[in-house]
Protein backbone atom coordinates (compact mmCIF):
# COMPACT_ATOMS: atom_id res chain seq x y z
CA UNK A 1 0.00 0.00 0.00
CA UNK A 2 1.34 3.46 -1.09
CA UNK A 3 2.02 6.07 2.01
CA UNK A 4 -0.45 8.38 0.60
CA UNK A 5 -3.22 5.76 0.77
CA UNK A 6 -2.27 4.89 4.45
CA UNK A 7 -1.78 8.62 4.81
CA UNK A 8 -5.52 9.16 3.60
CA UNK A 9 -7.04 6.21 5.75
CA UNK A 10 -5.58 7.91 8.82
CA UNK A 11 -6.75 11.39 7.74
CA UNK A 12 -9.99 9.84 6.92
CA UNK A 13 -10.32 7.72 10.22
CA UNK A 14 -9.57 10.89 12.07
CA UNK A 15 -12.13 13.11 10.54
CA UNK A 16 -14.81 10.52 10.82
CA UNK A 17 -14.25 11.00 14.60
CA UNK A 18 -14.14 14.34 15.19
CA UNK A 19 -17.77 14.75 13.54
CA UNK A 20 -20.09 14.66 16.09
CA UNK A 21 -23.11 13.28 15.66
CA UNK A 22 -26.91 14.27 15.54
CA UNK A 23 -28.59 15.84 18.70
CA UNK A 24 -30.69 13.02 20.71
CA UNK A 25 -34.31 13.64 20.84
CA UNK A 26 -35.30 14.66 24.19
CA UNK A 27 -38.25 12.90 25.79
CA UNK A 28 -40.98 14.89 28.59
CA UNK A 29 -39.76 13.55 31.85
CA UNK A 30 -41.01 14.20 35.97
CA UNK A 31 -40.37 13.54 38.99
CA UNK A 32 -41.86 14.48 42.27
CA UNK A 33 -40.95 14.84 45.58
CA UNK A 34 -42.04 15.77 49.39
CA UNK A 35 -41.51 19.76 50.12
CA UNK A 36 -41.92 21.90 52.36
CA UNK A 37 -42.57 22.44 56.49
CA UNK A 38 -44.09 18.99 57.69
CA UNK A 39 -44.06 17.21 54.23
CA UNK A 40 -47.56 19.41 53.89
CA UNK A 41 -46.65 20.05 49.63
CA UNK A 42 -45.44 17.85 46.40
CA UNK A 43 -43.22 19.45 44.40
CA UNK A 44 -43.47 18.20 40.37
CA UNK A 45 -40.54 19.01 38.01
CA UNK A 46 -41.39 18.45 34.64
CA UNK A 47 -38.24 18.94 32.71
CA UNK A 48 -36.44 18.09 28.86
CA UNK A 49 -39.88 19.33 27.42
CA UNK A 50 -39.27 19.26 23.75
CA UNK A 51 -40.39 22.46 21.47
CA UNK A 52 -43.87 22.92 20.69
CA UNK A 53 -44.96 20.73 23.54
CA UNK A 54 -47.57 22.26 26.44
CA UNK A 55 -48.21 21.47 29.33
CA UNK A 56 -51.33 22.11 30.37
CA UNK A 57 -52.00 21.05 33.79
CA UNK A 58 -50.55 19.09 36.51
CA UNK A 59 -52.53 17.56 39.22
CA UNK A 60 -52.48 14.37 42.08
CA UNK A 61 -55.69 12.04 41.87
CA UNK A 62 -55.90 9.92 45.10
CA UNK A 63 -57.34 6.05 45.60
CA UNK A 64 -60.74 7.60 46.25
CA UNK A 65 -60.57 9.29 43.03
CA UNK A 66 -60.60 12.93 44.89
CA UNK A 67 -58.06 15.55 42.87
CA UNK A 68 -55.22 17.79 43.77
CA UNK A 69 -54.12 20.37 41.44
CA UNK A 70 -51.35 22.39 41.39
CA UNK A 71 -51.83 25.76 42.80
CA UNK A 72 -48.86 27.16 40.21
CA UNK A 73 -46.90 26.48 37.41
CA UNK A 74 -43.69 28.28 37.05
CA UNK A 75 -42.05 27.67 33.61
CA UNK A 76 -38.15 28.57 33.34
CA UNK A 77 -36.62 28.96 30.06
CA UNK A 78 -32.84 27.97 29.39
CA UNK A 79 -30.33 28.20 26.70
CA UNK A 80 -26.98 26.23 26.30
CA UNK A 81 -24.36 26.01 23.91
CA UNK A 82 -21.44 24.37 23.64
CA UNK A 83 -19.49 27.59 23.65
CA UNK A 84 -15.84 27.75 22.29
CA UNK A 85 -14.89 24.06 20.72
CA UNK A 86 -10.97 23.81 20.54
CA UNK A 87 -9.70 20.90 18.79
CA UNK A 88 -6.55 19.01 16.81
CA UNK A 89 -6.59 18.95 12.67
CA UNK A 90 -5.20 17.36 10.16
CA UNK A 91 -4.49 18.65 6.51
CA UNK A 92 -3.96 16.33 3.61
CA UNK A 93 -2.20 17.53 0.20
CA UNK A 94 -0.99 15.98 -2.76
CA UNK A 95 1.94 17.98 -4.93
CA UNK A 96 3.81 17.56 -7.82
CA UNK A 97 3.15 16.65 -11.67
CA UNK A 98 3.83 14.08 -14.18
CA UNK A 99 7.83 14.52 -14.53
CA UNK A 100 8.29 15.34 -10.78
CA UNK A 101 6.02 12.96 -9.17
CA UNK A 102 3.98 12.86 -6.55
CA UNK A 103 4.53 14.46 -3.15
CA UNK A 104 2.05 13.76 -0.41
CA UNK A 105 2.37 15.74 2.49
CA UNK A 106 0.26 16.51 5.78
CA UNK A 107 -0.19 19.26 8.13
CA UNK A 108 -1.58 19.31 11.67
CA UNK A 109 -3.16 22.39 13.28
CA UNK A 110 -5.16 23.38 16.20
CA UNK A 111 -8.78 24.52 15.25
CA UNK A 112 -10.99 26.75 17.49
CA UNK A 113 -14.77 26.86 16.51
CA UNK A 114 -17.80 28.19 17.60
CA UNK A 115 -19.14 24.71 18.49
CA UNK A 116 -22.41 24.71 17.20
CA UNK A 117 -26.05 25.44 17.07
CA UNK A 118 -27.30 25.90 21.18
CA UNK A 119 -30.18 24.13 23.35
CA UNK A 120 -33.15 25.49 24.61
CA UNK A 121 -34.91 23.64 27.12
CA UNK A 122 -37.89 24.24 29.08
CA UNK A 123 -38.70 23.32 32.59
CA UNK A 124 -42.06 23.70 34.57
CA UNK A 125 -42.21 23.00 38.33
CA UNK A 126 -45.83 23.06 40.05
CA UNK A 127 -46.75 22.59 43.73
CA UNK A 128 -49.81 21.03 45.02
CA UNK A 129 -50.44 21.22 48.96
CA UNK A 130 -51.46 18.59 50.62
CA UNK A 131 -54.64 19.26 52.45
CA UNK A 132 -54.06 16.68 55.23
CA UNK A 133 -50.42 15.17 54.98
CA UNK A 134 -51.20 12.67 57.67
CA UNK A 135 -54.30 11.53 55.44
CA UNK A 136 -51.71 11.64 52.63
CA UNK A 137 -49.42 9.39 54.69
CA UNK A 138 -51.87 6.76 55.36
CA UNK A 139 -52.91 6.28 52.27
CA UNK A 140 -49.85 4.89 51.11
CA UNK A 141 -49.47 3.90 47.46
CA UNK A 142 -52.95 4.61 46.36
CA UNK A 143 -51.89 9.00 44.87
CA UNK A 144 -50.40 9.08 41.69
CA UNK A 145 -49.19 12.41 39.50
CA UNK A 146 -50.78 13.22 36.04
CA UNK A 147 -49.10 15.41 33.65
CA UNK A 148 -51.68 16.56 31.78
CA UNK A 149 -49.81 18.17 27.66
CA UNK A 150 -50.16 18.49 24.34
CA UNK A 151 -47.57 17.60 21.80
CA UNK A 152 -46.94 19.16 18.22
CA UNK A 153 -49.66 17.56 16.58
CA UNK A 154 -52.06 18.74 18.92
CA UNK A 155 -52.94 15.55 19.87
CA UNK A 156 -53.33 15.47 24.17
CA UNK A 157 -51.67 13.41 26.49
CA UNK A 158 -50.81 12.18 29.93
CA UNK A 159 -47.82 11.14 32.14
CA UNK A 160 -48.63 9.54 34.76
CA UNK A 161 -45.93 8.70 37.85
CA UNK A 162 -46.16 7.36 41.57
CA UNK A 163 -46.44 10.28 43.61
CA UNK A 164 -43.85 10.72 46.72
CA UNK A 165 -44.01 8.78 49.34
CA UNK A 166 -43.04 9.28 53.15
CA UNK A 167 -39.59 7.95 54.05
Not at 1 to 28: K, T, Y
Not at 124 to 135: F, G, H, W, Y
Amino acid sequence: MSRFAIVSLIGLVLAACAAGGPEQPRVLTARAALEGPEAAVVEVRVTEIPPGVVVERILMIGPGGQRLDAEKLARSTSESGPGLVSRPGIGIAVTGGSSSGVNPSVSLGWHATGGGPGRHSQQITARIPLPSPAAYRAAGLGWRVEVHYSDVTGRRQVLTLPAPRFE
